[in-house]
């Protein structure tokens, strides 16, 4: 191959978003590090890789590769690719629960009244939670019930003993294989805790006993740690509902103070957003020359003030030293998790400022304006006053004209009331879309990004394909940014859709791809697949549902940790990409089909995308079958009309009625 066409060709298998190739080509250019060039610089160490190199304890770290089959401790290979799988997993819950006590925090002191800017803004929520968590609530004050909520809500972190009080929602049965497995999380913190124990050196040697205990840390995630922080974060700054928003790098502007905010916790962002509205802070920035304040997003907390503020979104994990290259970006505002040390470097090229603002996470080289909640609001405007304040020291400024429109915001709550209406608020249209065979099943595709795969093609290759064989999608984090961006969040999207599929979205008035939040809202699905199983019709259990989950691009511990509590919970996952644990054919067994013996789930990594959608839908025909609803017929359906949006309202097309 020519070099020139080996450049090309390279540069194609990088990403599939126009935005992204544009950028690259400048940082190629101009020279700059980024995570897809340094991808290609490391290779990752395959014993590493593939989870066989223990390094807990300081005999080591011991490589069992070749000849070495044990480490110094006598170790096996499946004792050290399970710790190594527990860990990550740990250390993911870790991440996400920590999340989800800064939210509780939050809500205790909002109510108490030390931190004035937050209030309960959904106190039906509040409500419901405190129903959820014991909490009485007739004839008391929100305030009065919020304490209760979050002091409740702080104890299952520290609970010892008993069971999560969440995991009463799930289904009946479920809890009943949790509890036989003896695998019902008792507090979050301490799962998590008995992971680390559990994985130390000379401790926990069975890598079934191990793994065991991997599920329960997960669930403690999925059913604890994250569900509160959905749920809490919702009381706070309310339930989403349908939002129309754009994505991409054109969500830049050119004459406007840029501000990107980029990490996890809403608990800064939502602040920045109402500080960006103050007629001030407005004023402020126009006397240094710009037109106004423009807020963009990147990774979760983008997601987080989407859903609920209509903020648009700049791109997912890989865009993020990408947009810095754009020059347009005056401050990069980042609290926690999935933040590029490599931003910090990047930006030393441009005028942009890097702001740290966790107490939890600072950079080397970045600015922190260290966040507080008791003065919440005037730290939001001291940063947004910094990013004004930089607005001047740009130079030559690149923003690629592209850019996609979207509809987000598809809690569980909106999904409900949109299968019913205010007044039978239920799941059973979905349930009987189901048994008719109109949609075959429905899957959750979620997770980050990674450089090892070409950005954003399994995400969308996954996400089209199983729309296209009626399978309804419901996407989170990296992935619902991935789909934005190309135009899949849209009902526009219709036309790619399995006749069936597009049938019921039309009737319901949806997309056939659901954007639900953050990667801590996975928990949503978690609501909807349990309430989709008691709703009658389609077993007893998540395990019999005709769903599958995927995270084609994953590589965070958090991904590790939701994959894992999916499929403890009943739903057989794909992990994209090449697998953490390839290096024990038995711990690959023990995940798969030793998981589905126990949970009726299995854990899968499969790197060939197009294999894991044809087992999916494999899977999905297996689980009808065994439900005995009607074999999945594609043609059935076939002859339903399309109709294209703005059908519905197009007099002239039906001369049904007009709007005169
Ligand atoms: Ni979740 Fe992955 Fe990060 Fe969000 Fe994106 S990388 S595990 S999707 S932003 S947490």
Redesign the pocket.
């Known amino acids: 191959m020519s070099e020139e066409k080996e450049t090309k060709a390279k540069k194609k298998s990088t990403s599939i978003d126009p935005a992204v190739l544009e950028m690259m080509e400048k940082a190629e250019a101009e020279g700059i590090s980024t995570a897809f060039s340094r991808a290609d610089e490391t290779k990752p160490c395959p014993i590493g890789h593939e989870g066989s190199c223990c390094k807990h304890c300081h005999m080591g770290p011991c490589r069992l590769t070749g000849k070495t089959t044990v480490g110094i401790c006598g170790a096996t290979k499946e004792t050290v690719v399970a710790r190594n799988l527990a860990r990550m997993t740990a250390a993911?819950a870790a991440a996400h629960s920590d999340h989800g006590r800064g939210m509780a925090m939050t809500l205790l002191a909002a109510a108490e009244g030390e931190a004035p800017d937050y209030q309960v803004k959904d106190e039906k929520k509040l409500r419901v939670v405190a129903h959820y968590l014991d909490v009485p609530e007739q004839g008391r004050s929100k305030e009065e019930v919020a304490v209760d909520v979050a002091k409740v809500a702080l104890a299952e972190f520290g609970r010892q003993e008993g069971e999560l009080l969440y995991v009463r929602r799930a289904p009946a049965k479920r809890q009943e294989i949790w509890r036989k497995l003896g695998i019902v999380p008792r507090g979050i913190d301490r799962e998590i805790v008995e992971t680390l124990h559990r994985t130390h050196v000379g401790n926990d040697q069975d890598a079934e006993h191990i793994l065991d205990h991997a599920m329960r840390n997960a669930l403690a995630d999925g059913w604890g740690g994250s569900m509160l922080s959905t749920d809490i974060s919702d009381i706070i700054f309310g339930t989403p509902g349908p939002v129309a928003a754009s994505a991409n790098f054109g969500t830049l502007r050119e004459d406007e103070v840029n501000v990107v905010i980029h990490g996890?916790e809403p608990t800064l962002s939502e602040l920045i957003v109402a500080a960006a509205d103050d007629p001030e802070i407005v004023e402020y920035a126009k006397s240094k020359g710009a037109k106004g304040i423009n807020l963009t997003g990147?990774?979760?907390t983008a997601?987080e003030i989407l859903m609920r503020q209509g903020v648009p979104l700049l791109g997912?994990?890989l865009s993020q030293e990408l947009a810095v290259l754009t020059g347009a970006v005056d401050a990069m505002v980042v609290d926690i998790?999935?933040i590029f040390q490599g931003l910090v470097e990047v930006a030393e090229n441009y005028h942009t400022k890097i702001i740290t603002t966790s107490a939890k996470a600072k950079i080397t080289g970045a600015m922190h304006i260290e966040f507080h909640e008791d003065r919440a609001m005037e730290i939001a405007k001291q940063i947004l006053c910094t990013a004004i304040d930089n607005y001047p020291n740009r130079g030559k400024v690149y923003i690629p004209d592209v850019q996609d429109r979207l509809v987000a915001g598809f809690s569980h709550e909106y999904i409900s009331y949109m299968l019913g209406g205010s007044l039978r608020e239920s799941f059973r249209p979905l349930n009987d879309a189901i048994m008719m065979g109109r949609i075959r099943g429905a899957a959750g595709v979620?997770?980050?990004?990674n450089p090892r795969t070409t950005h954003d093609d399994p995400h969308l290759y996954v996400v089209k394909e199983l729309i296209k064989n009626d399978v309804l999608v419901v996407t989170?984090?990296?992935?619902a940014?991935a789909c934005a961006k190309q135009g899949l969040l849209t009902p526009e999207v219709m036309d790619h859709c399995g006749a069936g599929l597009r049938e019921i979205c039309q009737t319901i008035g949806i997309p056939p791809v659901l954007h639900m939040g953050?990667?801590v809202d996975n928990t949503r699905i978690l609501t909807v697949i349990s309430q989709s199983a008691t709703e009658g019709g389609l077993g007893e259990d998540i395990s019999d549902l005709p769903v599958a989950g995927f995270?084609p691009e994953?590589?965070?511990e958090?991904?590790i940790s939701?994959g894992m509590y999916f499929v403890a919970s009943g739903v057989t996952t794909w992990m994209g990409g090449t697998s953490p644990v390839a290096g024990s054919e038995e711990v690959v067994r023990i995940i798969s089909e030793g998981w589905k013996q126990k949970v009726g789930a299995a854990y899968y990594f499969e790197p060939d995308t197009e294999k894991a959608v044809k087992e999916a839908l494999e899977h999905i025909d297996a689980k009808r079958k065994a439900l005995k609803l009607e074999e999945y017929s594609p043609k059935k359906y076939a002859q339903s009309k399309t109709y294209l949006p703005g059908d519905y309202f197009a007099p002239e097309k039906h001369g049904a009625y007009s709007l005169k």
């Not at 979620?446 to 990004?449: A, E, M």
């Not at 989170?476 to 992935?479: I, K, Q, R, S």
Request: aromatic letters at 8%.
């Open positions: 993911g996890h990147i990774c979760c997601n997912n994990f998790q999935c979620v997770g980050c990004n989170t984090g990296c992935n940014i953050s990667c995270a994953w590589m965070s958090k991904a939701i």
